[in-house]
């Protein structure tokens, strides 16, 4: 039961139409939030609305966390692009590192300043933490470049990263979600500054990103990510199954071992940001490349593309094939991606993102998927030119069936339960050739 007597309320119900209480029918001036934005420390800044077309897709995960979301600010710290370029991943990593924590900080503080003009906000993280219980789904709430394309801050390269038509992709991304509305937003920009060199396709280790603009996600992550996420959790595994100190030395070397205490105590460790360290584009940095081409090959691409270091990939992986072909210089080491989908969804979702197009060579068919059990789902599986195409229902003519139990198929992706009893148990059932089977694994490995 509320106290009508408590000083809090009496002092509420004296001050009612202070401006202490919410003010969220007033619009915020469009000049005023920018102002206050280059104030806080923000390189550059754009505003959009919740209801801006380019953000459709976003606009459920972004309410979720914030249901009175009417605007959102989108913000730019700029990453000084020689520490990105540095072939010592240290050098490259004390910048993402500052940047992300200056990213957070510009946020902190503009969200302070709205406070004292009755402006509610919200600042989600630039990278991490992320919300961990969606592992390995999406863990992030609010997708920083498709804000900042609706804000008007650049498009997305080659690279799939944002580039700025001043700064290029050389900087970190933050947005603050705010309650109320401002008095004009930005637009998207009408040209994208992506020039399509393809420089970000030459210099990638993993060869992750594709020149007909593919991207193997988990190619990346794999070796970009080797010491978080997935990353941890395959040297978990490591520990645990080495039976002496000399196994976990075989499996994991010394330099690896303290990488990863490096990465768990100081912040983010990157193995690579390769695709982001050669891009020419934008205004502050085209002329270089321009002007004079094989002076920049020589000193921004070469010093990494020729670097000895070593690449992660996960076995059978297009990674490993691309590795031996264009960098057999580098060490290969063939790891683990820690990621195990931990439900019949998310086996669904991951399917793009772990899709080997180049294992697909010569594969045509239509797989149709049916869970029982604790998820019952359908789904369709459509393997043809070395393209992926997943969709929920039974679409098309099969080519083969599975019909698995739930939980029996997410123990047999996690390397628990063996295909062979599960067949015999009947908890999976394929109709069709088992060769279609085997040649789906290998398409798809983890
Ligand atoms: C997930 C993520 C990653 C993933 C996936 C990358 C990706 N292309 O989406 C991985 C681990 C590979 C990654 C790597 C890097 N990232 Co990152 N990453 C993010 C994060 C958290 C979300 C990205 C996003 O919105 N994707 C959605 C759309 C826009 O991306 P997309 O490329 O069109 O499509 C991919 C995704 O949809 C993805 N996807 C779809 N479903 C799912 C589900 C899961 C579980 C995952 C993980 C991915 C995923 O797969 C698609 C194809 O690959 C943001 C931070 C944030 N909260 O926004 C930073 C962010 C995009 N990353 C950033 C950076 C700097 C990097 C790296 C350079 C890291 C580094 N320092 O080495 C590399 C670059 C790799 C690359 N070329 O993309 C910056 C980019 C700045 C800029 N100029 O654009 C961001 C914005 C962080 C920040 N605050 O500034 N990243």
Redesign the pocket.
């Known amino acids: 039961m509320v106290q009508k007597n408590h000083p809090d309320i009496i002092w509420f119900n004296e001050h009612s139409d202070d401006t202490r209480q919410s003010s969220t029918n007033k619009k915020i001036e469009y000049s005023y939030l920018k102002e206050l934005a280059a104030k806080a420390g923000a390189n550059d800044c754009g505003i959009t609305d919740i209801n801006s077309p380019e953000l459709v897709e976003e606009k459920r995960d972004i309410l979720s966390i914030y249901p009175v979301t009417r605007s959102l600010l989108s913000v730019v710290t700029n990453l000084n692009r020689e520490n990105v370029r540095c072939v010592s991943r240290s050098v490259s990593d004390l910048e ?1 590192m500052t940047g ?1 924590e200056k ?1 957070n900080e510009v946020l902190k503080k503009l969200a302070r300043m709205l406070k004292q003009k009755n402006i509610n906000s919200v600042h ?1 993280s ?2 991490f933490p ?1 919300d961990l219980t969606k592992w ?5 709430q ?5 804000v900042a394309i609706a804000a008007g801050l650049g498009q ?1 390269g080659h ?4 580039i700025h038509p001043v700064f290029g ?1 050389y ?4 947005t603050l979600l705010i309650d109320q509305e401002v008095s004009e937003y930005d637009k998207p920009l009408d040209y994208n500054p992506c020039i399509k060199c393809q420089l970000c396709v030459s210099a990638c280790p993993t060869g992750a ?1 594709g020149s007909d603009g593919s ?1 193997a ?1 988990v190619n ?2 794999t070796h ?2 080797r010491d978080r996420l997935g990353g941890f959790s395959d040297w978990m595994e490591n520990i645990i199954k080495s039976k002496s100190v000399k196994q976990y030395r075989q499996k994991v070397s010394d330099s690896e071992t303290v990488s990863m205490w490096q990465s768990l105590s100081y912040g983010i460790c ?1 193995k ?2 390769y ?2 360290a050669v891009c020419p584009a934008g205004k502050d940095n085209i002329g270089q490349f321009l002007t004079e081409k094989k002076t920049y090959i020589k000193n921004v691409v070469k010093p990494l593309q020729e670097n000895t270091e070593t690449i992660y990939v996960i076995p059978e992986s297009d990674a490993q094939v691309y590795v031996k072909k264009k960098y057999p210089h580098k060490k290969l080491k063939v790891v683990g991606s820690g990621i195990r989908p931990a439900t019949v969804v998310s086996f669904i ?1 991951s399917l ?2 772990s899709f080997q197009k180049g294992r697909s060579k010569g594969l045509e068919a239509t797989y149709h998927f049916t869970f029982t059990g604790d998820e019952q789902i359908k789904a369709s599986v459509d393997i043809k030119n070395m393209k992926l195409s997943v969709e929920y229902g039974h679409i098309g003519k099969p080519d083969i069936s599975i019909i698995a139990d739930t939980v029996t198929w997410l123990s047999f992706l996690a390397k628990e339960k063996n295909l062979l009893l599960a067949l015999i148990q009947r908890k999976i059932k394929i109709k069709g050739s088992p060769v279609l089977m085997k040649r789906f694994a290998k398409c798809f490995p983890l």
């Open positions: 993402f992300m990213s989600p630039a990278g992320m390995p789904g999406k863990m992030w609010v997708s920083h470049k498709i997305l690279n799939r990263l944002l992709n900087i970190i991304l933050g990103i991207f996600f990346c992550m970009n990510y990157n690579s940001s695709c982001m979702d793009e993102l």
